[in-house]
């Protein structure tokens, strides 16, 4: 049959659309990272706009047997989101959610007027094409490092594995299970070819991801592919059997061929798995169940489980989890035991209608149907032990369009079906309205955001006075106003001091467990001298976070002030314990009492050992390639050692294949540049280094702490600040006092005296006494 011109048109717009907007809700528009920018968000409201003028314009005609209990898991999320213990972070989580189930609507009322559905898998598979080439980009990157560095060695000794790698695994076991639907049914060479080498694709990049709840699924949706083969394809699969069933020969090729593929994923996975990022879940799901149980009908709101989880483990120096790592935990922990049986309907109701669908299917239409089956296979069962619903918000709009693209929906035929019509234009438009009150909440906070990263704090406060207003129950408001007006004050505004205590009260009120926030509030009550209030503060944030050194010092400092020794002695041991690195610091040194302090403990302390020979240095690599330190200690050999070749080879290993560092690495490489007679690199290095050295965050200086913390809890972007300045901290020991006169030394060297200058006054002023070394003379 012809097709006409206008028909292919119609088709090549339509790919062209779905094209566009599913690379964009991948790539750009559903992330947890892109949520934050007030442009993307503005994209995507007008893109959610879209849905409920569609459907007012062209009422929508789909009916599905899953509309009901789709309608009662938001019905329940909504309630639990009402009675939540922070409503405003969970009725976002709703409206996430139900952005999803819009687009499935949407999707669903394409296919049900025409739009084909394997058109709609096309495009899926397109756009996890150029995923996976990304994915791929990353590794072969990674092994061009390691045979620059390791040349001839052509298999790693370090295991490689993908960055957000439980996101790529659960995007990609759904759409490697669409592709193997696709190409059991197949019909031509050049299809058959495309789709087995897409496959191949995407079972490589699962095994870089070393996700083992990834594997997991892949394996289940195999599993799944195989059942649901052997069931509807009975005389298919008899044929081939009775084929081959008298040829023992055959037979035994066979097994051994596939013992020895068996064997050989075997041995790939465990090595693959050999990762330090592997652990047990009882971290997390231990307060999943403690908040369950504390709430057990409703749970504690959607998107709450962080709070949870901060008052189950110490933050610092645990890192913190806005989700449970199992669908299930966290719908028990947000949604209670109503919601966990919610979306058990919903998804019994899902399978039903795709069963039914599978066994009048033939042709394409089955091959659709079987990979929709696998792939939500695969989801809920890598859902077990990761929230692959909520990692990103893509993972969960994902599986929605595809689920709309292959579920089948019948026409309505009743008045008294009319009322999914109206059920899909009430959400729709509910989720459009929230999306442009989020854009015009967001609008001023991020205009604070940029206005107190050009310093300009009272163009700052002015605007994040603006987002309270418009936002009052967004925790995050309250606190960046905090920070802006803690800086004022410091820079000598002392008016704007009791707002910032204001602010933060604010803010402990609405996210009480986050233990910075405590530590900030009794910095502030300290600075006009309200002992009382700041003790119990920084009590509060030791009790929630007893193993962070920076709280204990705080504790210890006004226990000092007011007169209770026993209590400060006891804080500012613990705080040297817990940071050996500051037993060589001023703020010990600048009482009596605290030297006396310091003298005891490090009374009690072992005898420092002689650092490492480079042998055992070496040693060290070869036994731990992926651990960071006896990288950077053998690099300072080498660079103490004039040896500046192996020096940088060294410190390239260890940035390359193993993990952490810190700004150690970043210090070392300005040494390297200066020793290689490049002082002007080395100093324009070294600043940025000391800088992060001087505002460290919770987790130590140059590594995330709060700001990431905001994104994961509110979606929020926030100021690169963790403390209020007036907090107080040790964030130059000795030693990083005697670099901070060697960056002063670097800007002499490179004629930049003024900024000489500059750092040489910072470190006097926090290290007065530092009397190794004078303004005048760099030498011990």
Same mark, same amino acid.
């Given at each position: 049959?012809?097709?006409?011109?206008? *028909?292919?048109?119609?088709?090549?717009?339509?790919?062209?659309?779905?094209?566009?907007?599913?690379?964009?809700?991948?790539?750009?528009?559903? %992330?947890?990272?892109?949520?934050?920018?007030?442009?993307?968000?503005?994209?995507?409201?007008?893109?959610?706009?879209?849905?409920?003028?569609?459907?007012?314009?062209?009422?929508?005609?789909?009916?599905? @047997?899953?509309?009901?209990?789709?309608?009662?898991?938001?019905?329940?999320?909504?309630?639990?989101?009402?009675?939540?213990?922070?409503?405003?972070?969970?009725?976002?989580?709703?409206?996430?959610?139900?952005?999803?189930?819009?687009?499935?609507?949407?999707?669903?009322?394409?296919?049900?007027?025409?739009?084909?559905?394997?058109? *709609?898998?096309?495009?899926?598979?397109?756009?996890?094409?150029?995923?996976?080439?990304?994915?791929? +980009?990353?590794?072969?990157?990674?092994?061009?490092?390691?045979?620059?560095?390791?040349?001839?060695?052509?298999?790693?000794?370090?295991?490689?594995?993908?960055?957000?790698?439980?996101?790529?695994?659960?995007? #990609?076991?759904?759409?490697?299970?669409?592709?193997?639907?696709?190409?059991?049914?197949?019909?031509?060479?050049?299809?058959?070819?495309?789709?087995?080498?897409?496959?191949?694709?995407?079972?490589?990049?699962?095994?870089?991801?070393?996700?083992?709840?990834?594997?997991?699924?892949?394996?289940?949706?195999?599993?799944?592919?195989?059942?649901?083969?052997?069931?509807?394809?009975?005389?298919?699969?008899?044929?081939?059997?009775?084929?081959?069933?008298?040829?023992? @020969?055959?037979?035994?090729?066979?097994?051994?061929?596939?013992?020895?593929?068996?064997?050989?994923?075997?041995?790939?996975?465990?090595?693959?798995?050999?990762?330090?990022?592997?652990?047990?879940?009882?971290?997390?799901? @231990?307060?999943?169940?403690?908040?369950?149980?504390?709430?057990?009908?409703?749970?504690?709101?959607?998107?709450? /489980?962080?709070?949870?989880?901060?008052?189950?483990?110490?933050?610092?120096?645990?890192?913190?989890?806005?989700?449970?790592? %199992?669908?299930?935990?966290?719908?028990? %922990?947000?949604?209670?035991?109503?919601?966990?049986?919610?979306?058990?309907?919903?998804?019994?109701?899902?399978?039903?209608?795709?069963?039914?669908?599978?066994?009048?299917?033939?042709?394409?239409?089955?091959?659709?149907?079987?990979?929709?089956?696998?792939?939500?296979?695969?989801?809920?069962?890598?859902?077990?032990?990761?929230?692959?619903?909520?990692?990103?918000?893509? +993972?969960?709009?994902?599986?929605?369009?595809?689920?709309?693209?292959?579920?089948?929906?019948?026409?309505?035929?009743?008045?008294?079906?009319?009322?999914?019509?109206?059920?899909?234009? %009430?959400?729709?438009?509910?989720?459009?309205?929230?999306?442009?009150?989020?854009?015009?909440?967001?609008?001023?906070?991020?205009?604070?955001?940029?206005?107190?990263?050009?310093?300009?704090?009272?163009?700052?406060?002015?605007?994040?006075?603006?987002?309270?207003?418009?936002?009052?129950?967004?925790?995050?408001?309250?606190?960046?106003?905090?920070?802006?007006?803690?800086?004022?004050?410091?820079?000598?505004?002392? +008016?704007?001091?009791?707002?910032?205590?204001?602010? /933060?009260?604010?803010?402990?009120?609405?996210?009480?467990?986050?233990? #910075?926030?405590?530590?900030?509030?009794?910095?502030?009550?300290?600075?006009?001298?309200?002992?009382?209030?700041?003790?119990?503060?920084?009590?509060?944030?030791?009790?929630?976070?007893?193993?962070?050194?920076?709280?204990?010092?705080?504790?210890?400092?006004?226990?000092?002030?007011?007169?209770?020794?026993?209590?400060?002695?006891?804080?500012?041991?613990?705080?040297?314990?817990?940071?050996?690195?500051?037993?060589?610091?001023?703020?010990?040194?600048?009482?009596?009492?605290?030297?006396?302090?310091?003298?005891?403990?490090?009374?009690?302390?072992?005898?420092?050992?002689?650092?490492?020979?480079?042998?055992?240095?070496?040693?060290?690599?070869?036994?731990?390639?992926?651990?960071?330190?006896?990288?950077?200690?053998?690099?300072?050999?080498?660079?103490?050692?004039?040896?500046?070749?192996?020096?940088?080879?060294?410190?390239?290993?260890?940035?390359?294949?193993?993990?952490?560092?810190?700004?150690?690495?970043?210090?070392?490489?300005?040494?390297?540049?200066?020793?290689?007679?490049?002082?002007?690199?080395?100093?324009?290095?070294?600043?940025?280094?000391?800088?992060?050295?001087?505002?460290?965050?919770?987790?130590?200086?140059?590594?995330?702490?709060?700001?990431?913390?905001?994104?994961?809890?509110?979606?929020?972007?926030?100021?690169?600040?963790?403390?209020?300045?007036?907090?107080?901290?040790?964030?130059?020991?000795?030693?990083?006092?005697?670099?901070?006169?060697?960056?002063?030394?670097?800007?002499?060297?490179?004629?930049?005296?003024?900024?000489?200058?500059?750092?040489?006054?910072?470190?006097?002023?926090?290290?007065?006494?530092?009397?190794?070394?004078?303004?005048?003379?760099?030498?011990?």
């Amino acid at each position: 049959m012809k097709i006409s011109k206008s *028909v292919s048109y119609r088709y090549l717009a339509q790919e062209s659309i779905l094209f566009f907007i599913f690379s964009y809700l991948v790539f750009l528009g559903s %992330s947890k990272f892109s949520l934050i920018n007030p442009q993307i968000l503005l994209i995507d409201t007008v893109l959610l706009t879209f849905i409920p003028v569609i459907f007012i314009l062209k009422r929508p005609i789909a009916q599905s @047997a899953i509309l009901l209990p789709l309608a009662v898991m938001l019905a329940v999320m909504g309630l639990a989101s009402l009675t939540s213990i922070d409503l405003r972070r969970s009725l976002a989580e709703w409206v996430l959610v139900s952005a999803a189930i819009c687009l499935f609507f949407l999707v669903s009322e394409l296919v049900a007027r025409g739009w084909p559905g394997e058109l *709609v898998i096309k495009v899926v598979l397109w756009v996890g094409a150029i995923f996976m080439a990304l994915c791929w +980009s990353e590794f072969i990157n990674w092994y061009s490092q390691w045979l620059m560095i390791n040349p001839g060695v052509w298999l790693p000794g370090i295991p490689f594995r993908l960055s957000n790698p439980n996101l790529v695994a659960v995007l #990609v076991n759904v759409w490697l299970m669409m592709a193997l639907g696709g190409l059991a049914v197949s019909q031509t060479h050049i299809a058959r070819f495309f789709l087995g080498l897409w496959v191949l694709s995407a079972l490589i990049v699962l095994y870089l991801t070393s996700s083992r709840g990834g594997w997991l699924g892949s394996a289940t949706g195999l599993l799944c592919l195989g059942f649901l083969f052997l069931r509807t394809k009975k005389e298919l699969c008899s044929s081939v059997w009775n084929k081959i069933k008298n040829k023992r @020969a055959l037979l035994l090729l066979l097994g051994m061929a596939l013992l020895a593929l068996l064997t050989v994923i075997a041995l790939l996975a465990y090595r693959q798995m050999n990762q330090p990022s592997h652990g047990s879940r009882d971290e997390f799901w @231990a307060p999943a169940m403690q908040a369950f149980l504390s709430s057990p009908l409703l749970g504690k709101g959607p998107h709450t /489980f962080i709070s949870a989880y901060l008052q189950a483990n110490h933050v610092p120096p645990y890192l913190f989890f806005d989700y449970a790592h %199992s669908i299930y935990m966290d719908l028990l %922990s947000g949604n209670g035991l109503l919601g966990l049986l919610a979306f058990v309907g919903l998804m019994f109701s899902l399978v039903r209608e795709l069963w039914r669908q599978l066994k009048q299917s033939t042709g394409e239409n089955w091959g659709l149907t079987a990979g929709a089956l696998a792939a939500l296979t695969a989801f809920c069962v890598h859902g077990f032990v990761d929230s692959v619903h909520h990692t990103e918000p893509i +993972s969960l709009w994902n599986l929605c369009i595809l689920m709309g693209a292959v579920l089948l929906h019948k026409p309505q035929q009743t008045k008294s079906q009319a009322w999914s019509g109206y059920f899909k234009i %009430s959400l729709s438009v509910i989720v459009m309205c929230f999306s442009w009150f989020n854009y015009w909440a967001i609008s001023p906070f991020q205009a604070g955001l940029d206005a107190a990263n050009q310093g300009n704090w009272l163009e700052a406060e002015k605007q994040l006075n603006q987002a309270v207003i418009r936002d009052s129950t967004m925790t995050i408001t309250h606190q960046q106003l905090g920070y802006v007006l803690s800086q004022e004050t410091a820079a000598g505004d002392i +008016s704007k001091l009791q707002p910032a205590i204001t602010a /933060f009260e604010r803010t402990v009120q609405l996210d009480p467990y986050w233990a #910075v926030n405590q530590a900030n509030l009794g910095a502030l009550y300290r600075s006009i001298g309200n002992i009382n209030p700041s003790r119990a503060a920084f009590t509060q944030a030791v009790k929630l976070a007893p193993d962070y050194p920076v709280y204990q010092l705080n504790l210890g400092d006004i226990a000092e002030t007011g007169g209770d020794l026993v209590t400060a002695t006891q804080a500012y041991q613990q705080a040297l314990t817990l940071a050996p690195q500051w037993r060589e610091a001023y703020f010990w040194r600048a009482t009596p009492f605290r030297t006396k302090v310091q003298q005891n403990w490090a009374a009690t302390q072992p005898v420092i050992s002689h650092p490492k020979t480079q042998i055992q240095l070496e040693q060290d690599i070869a036994l731990s390639p992926a651990m960071i330190q006896p990288y950077l200690d053998l690099t300072q050999v080498y660079l103490d050692n004039g040896q500046m070749d192996l020096a940088e080879s060294t410190l390239n290993k260890g940035i390359n294949f193993a993990s952490g560092g810190g700004l150690e690495v970043d210090w070392l490489k300005a040494e390297l540049l200066a020793e290689r007679g490049d002082p002007s690199r080395a100093a324009l290095l070294g600043e940025k280094v000391m800088q992060a050295q001087l505002n460290p965050t919770i987790f130590g200086p140059g590594i995330s702490g709060n700001a990431l913390y905001t994104i994961y809890m509110f979606r929020r972007a926030s100021i690169p600040m963790d403390f209020v300045p007036q907090l107080e901290t040790i964030s130059l020991n000795d030693i990083w006092g005697k670099r901070v006169l060697q960056l002063a030394n670097w800007f002499e060297r490179s004629g930049s005296p003024e900024k000489s200058q500059y750092w040489r006054d910072i470190v006097f002023k926090k290290i007065p006494d530092l009397n190794l070394i004078t303004r005048h003379n760099l030498s011990p």
